[in-house]
């Protein structure tokens, strides 16, 4: 039995399709708040942005790879069209993120690619994705499911398949080194106070050079967190009785300033905050104490904004408690209206 390029093509493109959606699945289980925060740096879409659909996006990724093996014919091009759509969308949101500059860690393959920003390789794997599922879809009509396919070749077909296989695990398995070989090299705790933080930043004076550590253990200078648009910084605590009261506003409050952004800062625990104050998910940074030093944050909840790249400066007073915040937030949606 000689295969033609067709059934080579939907044979090969299914198997590496259901790989990399299963692996994608599999590495993203029990990492909700953490794909949470990737999908808010990647702007999901707000309705999207829910603890829920966090949770049920790696079952949905370990159906698809499902399917895509277990079903025949017409029923598996509409899976695999169903795939692509979902990666010509996810691939839109990261060019998004590129041609806004900013640094964000799109968590595709959880804990596997924790230490990776988006970047053009990103974008050109998830093409090469789409190239396979997109020919499964308009190729695979006619053809049968995967297994039984597999089975019906000489040793031969299979043989060369496997190999193609093979190689891609191999290209995914020095990945996977390389990450965890770079993990074990560096520990990221959250940066002591930098030198001079004993000076306190007041209004016009540059953004303080303290760092904060992301959910996914990544350290961003502060900076870099308002590079996109000015960033109102709100001090948050798990402890704090007041701050839960703060936290409910967080909806409220983000739609007020947009398009400037509302960021969380805290030194709680990610998992005790994210109990608390959930409103906080897919916002929070940890690690604030040196930048609260730097910045003379009295307590919590206190508030400040910061410019954006284009003028990197401390943009207003600190104030603290719910209403003070409140009465912020108002006055930069009424100068930006």
């Known amino acids: 039995m000689t295969l033609s390029p067709v059934e080579i093509t939907v044979l090969f493109s ?7 959606f299963a692996l994608s699945g599999a590495s993203k289980l029990g990492r909700t708040e953490i794909t949470l925060a990737a999908m808010s740096a990647l702007h999901v879409a707000r309705p999207l942005r829910r603890r829920g659909a966090a949770r049920a996006l790696p079952w949905a990724e370990l159906l698809l790879a499902v399917l895509l ?4 014919g017409a029923l598996r091009s509409a899976v695999a069209a169903a795939a692509t759509v979902v990666l010509v969308v996810f691939t839109v949101l990261l060019i998004g993120v ?7 860690s799109c968590d595709c393959f959880g804990a596997l690619s924790a230490d990776d920003a988006v970047s053009g390789w990103s974008i050109a794997r998830n093409v090469l994705l789409i190239a396979c599922t997109a020919s499964v879809a308009l ?6 499911a995967f297994f039984p396919a ?34 074990s090299s560096s520990v990221v705790l959250p940066a002591p106070p930098a030198p001079g933080a004993d000076a306190v930043a007041g209004i016009g004076d540059p953004i303080p050079a303290t760092e904060v550590v992301s959910l996914d253990g990544r350290t961003h200078q502060l900076h870099t967190i ?25 909806p409220e409050w983000t739609t007020a300033l947009d398009p400037v952004q509302l960021r969380v800062l805290t030194s709680s625990d990610p998992s005790t905050l994210h109990e608390r104050l959930p409103e906080t998910s897919g916002l ?23 410019g954006a790249r284009t003028s990197p400066v401390v943009g207003s007073p600190v104030v603290r408690g719910v209403a003070e915040i409140d009465a912020l937030v108002r006055s930069i949606a009424a100068a930006r209206a």
């Open 139 to 144: 190729l695979g009509a006619a053809e049968p």
């Open 98 to 104: 590129l041609r806004r500059g900013e640094q964000a």
């Open 284 to 306: 929070a940074y940890f690690g604030s104490a040196a930048t609260k030093q730097a910045l003379a944050v009295p307590g919590s909840p206190s508030a400040v904004l910061i």
């Open 226 to 250: 308002s590079a996109v648009a000015p960033t109102v910084l709100l001090f948050l605590s798990a402890e704090c009785a007041s701050c839960a009261e703060a936290s409910a506003r967080i």
């Open 150 to 183: 597999l089975m019906a070749l000489p040793a031969a077909a299979v043989l060369t398949l496997v190999v193609l296989w093979l190689l891609t695990a191999v290209v995914v398995l020095v990945r996977i080194v390389a990450v965890l070989r770079r993990r």
């Open 14 to 20: 299914t198997g590496l399709s259901a790989f990399v």
């Open 69 to 72: 093996i277990m079903t025949p």
